[in-house]
Nanobody
Framework: QVQLVESGGGLVQAGGSLRLSCAAT????????MGWFRQAPGKEREFGAA????????SYADSVKGRFTISRDNAKNTVYLQMNDLKPDDTAVYYC???????????????????WGQGTQVTVSS
């Protein structure tokens, strides 16, 4: 089992920045590829960003590419999502997720992730 706890959400004005963190406990963190997903009010949860086990490979949704950066620190068992130039459309609950995997494949598919955090709210005001 892997337990994931997100933090760093909050209220920010459009154009501002936030950094989300997701701390993992339970199993060897470097055995897992990680992803960030988000769910806006009234919408389905969608892919945001993902990173492979080593941090050498990343993938981004078109909606966040160039503004968000995913990274990880395996020594700290933590994955991060740096969010810059935030827009009101970025308002959502942000979830981190883990899937046991090595290699360079980075998944954008929710069903491929085994473990999920409880989510952290990000609200961007216009």
């Amino acid at each position: 089992q892997v337990q994931l706890v997100e933090s760093g959400g909050g209220l920010v004005q459009a154009g501002g920045s936030l950094r989300l963190s997701c701390a993992a406990t339970g199993r060897t963190f470097s055995n897992y590829a990680m992803g960030w997903f988000r769910q806006a009010p009234g919408k389905e949860r969608e892919f945001g960003a993902a990173i492979n086990w080593s941090g050498g490979r990343t993938s981004y949704a078109d909606s966040v590419k160039g503004r968000f950066t995913i990274s990880r620190d395996n020594a700290k068992n933590t994955v991060y999502l740096q969010m810059n130039d935030l827009k009101p459309d970025d308002t959502a609950v942000y979830y981190c997720a883990a899937r046991g995997a090595f290699g360079t494949y980075v998944s954008t598919r929710q069903y491929e992730y085994n473990y999920w955090g409880q989510g952290t709210q990000v609200t961007v005001s216009s």
